[in-house]
């Protein structure tokens, strides 16, 4: 468990190129405040600035802490449900329920789930 949250809409950093197309930077949906260990034989795939282990890749598995995954109706449901989790002062994002919404789900999130869905069932082929 992190001390604080991070909550809202913030850039991940690609750390590695094992996943063809993925670009260095993208804005990601966060909403936790748990942070996991990274296993042992598995490679860093995403990190920010604010929690390291973001996202990893080993086989055909793959763990993110954020979210490519939500679309706009998505991202109102989480917020319509959970505004109060975005509003609590221990958000290191400091972004609200409104903010959240009004930053909108960028276009290129689709196409990177799409990217990472290709590759894992590659993997297992």
């Known amino acids: 468990m992190l001390p604080y949250k991070e909550v809202g809409w913030a850039p991940v950093k690609r750390l590695s190129n094992r996943i063809p197309g993925l670009p260095e ?17 598995a490679e860093m795939l995403f990190s920010t600035d604010l929690v390291k282990n973001q996202g990893f890749v080993f086989e055909n598995v793959l763990g993110l802490q954020f979210h490519f995954e939500p679309e706009a109706d998505n991202v109102r449901e989480m917020v319509a449900n959970d505004c109060e989790y975005a509003n609590d002062p221990k958000n290191t994002l400091h972004q609200t329920g409104a903010d959240i919404l009004a930053h909108g789900v960028p276009s290129k999130n689709q196409e990177i789930m799409f990217l990472l869905l290709d590759y894992l069932l590659d993997q297992t082929n």
Do not use: D, S
Request: aromatic residues 12%.
């Open 25 to 41: 930077k993208v804005e990601a949906l966060h909403w936790h405040e748990q942070m996991f260990t990274v296993p042992e034989q």
